[in-house]
């Protein structure tokens, strides 16, 4: 049974960083990725990464400030975020077991299988 546990959110200022982590058990390797979702928003992909080698994937509204990374020893996914705007204030899950499509892991949500329980992430002054 495949289990993902998140940790690291929290708030910030604007223009500060934060280190999310994802722990997975029981999943062998694949497409895991970063969601978030505000409140009557859609949920957005923001970043994933194809662990057996690495390749990653990112939102345009993240890219350049976001750093998607996977600790293979401990299975565990990190999302580095430096350069905080409010506007990436959401709710932030991992999840795993998504589809790879042409070399890339897909940034709809809809296609994983596997999810955390989220964590709140907020930017504010």
């Known amino acids: 049974q495949v289990q993902l546990v998140e940790s690291g959110g929290g708030s910030v200022q604007p223009g500060g960083s934060l280190r999310l982590s994802c722990a997975a058990s029981g999943y062998s390797g694949g497409c895991m990725g970063w969601f978030r979702q505000v409140k009557e928003k859609e949920r957005e992909g923001v970043a994933t990464?194809?662990?057996?080698?690495?390749?990653?994937s990112y939102g345009d509204s993240v890219k350049g400030r976001f750093t998607i990374s996977h600790d293979s020893a401990k299975n565990t996914m990190i999302l580095q975020m430096d350069s905080l705007k409010p506007e990436d204030t959401a709710i932030y899950y991992c999840?795993?077991?998504?589809?790879?499509?042409?070399?890339?892991?897909?940034?709809?949500?809809?296609?994983?299988?596997?999810w955390g329980q989220g964590t709140q992430v907020t930017v504010s002054s």
């Open positions: 990464i194809w662990t057996p080698k690495n390749w990653t």
């Open positions: 999840a795993a077991g998504g589809w790879l499509v042409a070399g890339l892991c897909s940034k709809d949500g809809d296609s994983y299988n596997h």
